[in-house]
């Protein structure tokens, strides 16, 4: 059973498009990550939100973690090819130093 | 640069072969871990360790041990390799202590193939 669910799974979309990617989950975190990996390298960290309702924003990528500290989406806008790759939310419990992954989301933006 | 280096991209091995997988980060962090990667499973916790000669059993370490002698470096051993145990292996670091400002650093993985 996985902790942290994303939505969706693959999303092919034409440059310049808008899109939203959902990490959603039943348990309640106390911060959560989202990263970038690119084919045959690891993730990336892109950034980490630590308070329920925090927006932070990356020059085109908007982060948002739920009031409730269950969920979190992350906004592209004008999408760029350079953006394509495999989203992943991990999401750090209260005690522990381990971060749960979602199933990632395979973003591919076309020219 | 800091980093997080994993000493092969791509290794292939024979069914039945002990097989080490090597990573060493320079950052001085006190966690690391082990994780798997698969298609449609997402990232697996194999084992992570949180001080020297420390370790701790992750979601799925049947199959596998770990070593972490000396700080920098925490190795992955298969003990003996199987096809089920085909995948992408991604190691990772991280600080203890003030846990939301610290994300993982990852290493770029190391594809392995057992046939």
């Known amino acids: 059973t996985q902790l942290l669910e994303q939505s969706p799974q693959f999303l092919s979309i034409q440059e310049g498009e808008n899109l939203t990617v959902y990490c959603n989950s039943s348990?309640?975190?106390?911060?959560l990550q989202w990263y970038r990996q690119e084919p045959g390298e690891g993730p990336v960290l892109l950034v980490t939100?630590?308070?329920?309702?925090e927006v932070k924003k990356l020059k085109r990528l908007t982060f948002q973690f739920g009031d409730a500290r269950k969920d979190s989406s992350l906004h592209i806008t004008a999408a760029q090819p350079g953006d394509t790759g495999l989203y992943l939310c991990?999401?750090?419990?209260?005690?522990?130093?381990?971060?749960?992954f979602g199933t990632g989301t395979s973003l591919t933006v076309i020219p | 640069d800091v980093k997080v280096t994993q000493s092969s991209r791509y290794l292939v091995k024979r069914t039945g072969e002990k097989v080490f997988l090597e990573c060493v980060q320079d950052?001085?962090?006190?966690?690391m871990f082990w994780y798997r990667q698969d298609p449609g499973l997402g990232l697996r916790l194999i084992y992570f360790?949180?001080?020297?000669?420390?370790?701790e059993k992750g979601d799925i370490p049947e199959g596998y041990s770990v070593s972490r002698e000396k700080k920098e470096r925490f190795s992955l051993i298969l003990e003996s390799a199987s096809t089920n145990q085909t995948s992408m292996y991604l190691c990772?670091?991280?600080?203890?202590?003030?846990?939301?400002?610290?994300?993982?650093?990852f290493g770029s993985g190391t594809r392995l193939t057992v046939v």
């Open positions: 991990a999401g750090a419990r209260e005690t522990g130093n381990q971060f749960y």
């Open positions: 360790s949180y001080d020297v000669k420390m370790k």
């Open positions: 348990s309640v975190f106390s911060s």
């Open positions: 990772a670091s991280s600080h203890k202590g003030d846990r939301p400002n610290y994300g993982y650093t």
């Open positions: 939100v630590v308070t329920g309702g």
């Open positions: 950052m001085d962090h006190e966690n």
